[in-house]
């Protein structure tokens, strides 16, 4: 795992920021942020990093989180996060370019239940996610979880969920597959 690698992962943790990390390690918000683009740190600070990151992971007592992107609610829109980011349990193996929204009521019963999290890290053309279940961004900005279908013309799609109207000729920025769904016990 890289310098930049393991700075990734402790600001997936709650709380962790890079001006926190720059604080922990007696250099600047400025230093880690160039570790972040790769930049390699001289030999005691990258020591310093290791011994951060050991502490942090090893215990098993700090789980690595990601921001919250928003809550999936009724309509299955997700909705942004209002007052500061809040972070969830980063999934298994993911890649620091996941995202989550968690479900938020009993609009996507019964495939979604409230408090249930969902996670996607690539954005693909829709054309690639035909009949398939996935998070899509509208381009008047909108992000649902919806079942990707052909529209009646080039460019635009049918989104199709099981609780609510098919939402006709709606044309797409992205679509993501789902990642991992984790359930809430």
């Given at each position: 795992m890289t310098i930049k690698d393991k700075v990734s992962a402790i600001l997936r943790l709650d709380g962790w920021t890079?001006?926190?990390?720059g604080q922990e390690l007696s250099v600047s918000?400025?230093?880690?942020?160039?570790?972040?683009?790769?930049?390699?740190?001289?030999?005691?600070?990258?020591?310093?990093?290791?011994?951060l990151f050991t502490s942090?992971?090893?215990?098993?007592?700090?789980?690595?989180?990601?921001p919250l992107k928003g809550?999936?609610?009724?309509?299955?829109?997700?909705?942004?996060v209002e007052g500061g980011p809040e972070?969830?349990?980063?999934?298994?193996?993911?890649?620091?370019?996941?995202?989550a929204a968690k479900v938020r009521g009993e609009s996507?019963?019964?495939?979604?239940?409230?408090?249930?999290v969902v996670y996607w890290s690539k954005l693909l053309p829709p054309s690639e996610l035909v009949n398939t279940l996935a998070v899509c961004q509208a381009m008047d900005g909108r992000i649902m979880v919806k079942t990707i279908h052909h529209g009646s013309k080039a460019g635009f799609w049918d989104l199709v969920s099981l609780n609510a109207d098919v939402m006709r000729d709606v044309e797409l920025e992205w679509a993501a597959p789902i990642d991992w769904i984790r359930p809430s016990y």
């Open positions: 890079q001006m926190r990390i918000q400025s230093t880690v942020n160039r570790w972040l683009r790769g930049a390699q740190p001289e030999g005691h600070h990258r020591d310093a990093v290791n011994e942090l992971f090893s215990s098993g007592a700090q789980e690595a989180q990601i809550y999936i609610g009724t309509g299955q829109t997700i909705y942004a972070y969830v349990k980063a999934p298994p193996e993911g890649s620091e370019n996941v995202v996507m019963l019964p495939m979604l239940r409230d408090g249930w």
